[in-house]
């Protein structure tokens, strides 16, 4: 496959942001009734998230509130809220979208440019520990093999995710 084909075209791009904006716009469904937060099991034992205030500040446009902080990055994506809620938001996917935005503003938490890079360097986003291989080799399990990275950076390439890694880290 040539790499013209590869890369998205630009309706293709423009789709996307129109989901993200389609995403975000469900939150004025929302009427705060709290049925997320308390469906959620992070909410449960973390003060420092809780979904219905996430969306709560979107909707009053505080975006710094929103993804600036580490709230959006506490989701586990175990799509309680979103099962639950009575106005149908779909909760979780409005946390992808602001996380997606908190990256690209360079608000993303540091371990997630680690995983970057463990990912484009070798095609696994935790790298094999020395630990890990004398376990493996313990319990007699094969060494673990080295992953081909060419072909995945093209892909990376093609979708542009090389870019995402000029990003600035925090210090979550
Ligand atoms: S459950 Fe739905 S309607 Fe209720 S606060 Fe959460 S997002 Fe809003
Ligand atoms: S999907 Fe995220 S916000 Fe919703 S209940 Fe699960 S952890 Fe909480």
Redesign the pocket.
């Known amino acids: 496959m040539g790499e013209q084909e590869m890369m998205p075209e630009k309706e293709e791009r423009t789709t996307e942001v129109d989901f993200s904006t389609m995403i975000l716009s469900s939150l004025t469904l929302c009427y705060q009734c709290g049925t997320?937060a308390s469906?959620?099991?992070?909410?449960k034992i973390t003060s420092r998230?809780n979904?219905r205030e996430?969306i709560k500040l979107a909707l009053m446009g505080e975006k710094r509130e929103v993804v600036a902080t580490d709230a959006v990055w506490?989701?586990?994506?175990?799509?309680?809220?979103?099962e639950r809620c009575p106005q149908q938001v779909p909760?979780?996917y409005v946390?992808y979208a602001l996380r997606n935005i908190a990256f690209k503003e360079q608000h993303n938490p540091r371990i997630y440019s680690e995983f970057a890079s463990a990912f484009m360097n070798e095609g696994r986003i935790v790298s094999i520990s020395k630990f890990a291989e004398k376990k493996r080799s313990e319990y007699g399990l094969p060494p673990l093999q080295p992953v081909g990275v060419e072909a995945l950076r093209k892909l990376l390439s093609a979708i542009r995710f090389c870019e995402s890694q000029k990003i600035k880290e925090t210090s979550l």
Do not use: M
């Open positions: 997320c469906s959620c099991p992070v909410a998230f979904p996430v506490f989701c586990c994506s175990c799509y309680n809220c979103q909760i979780a946390i």
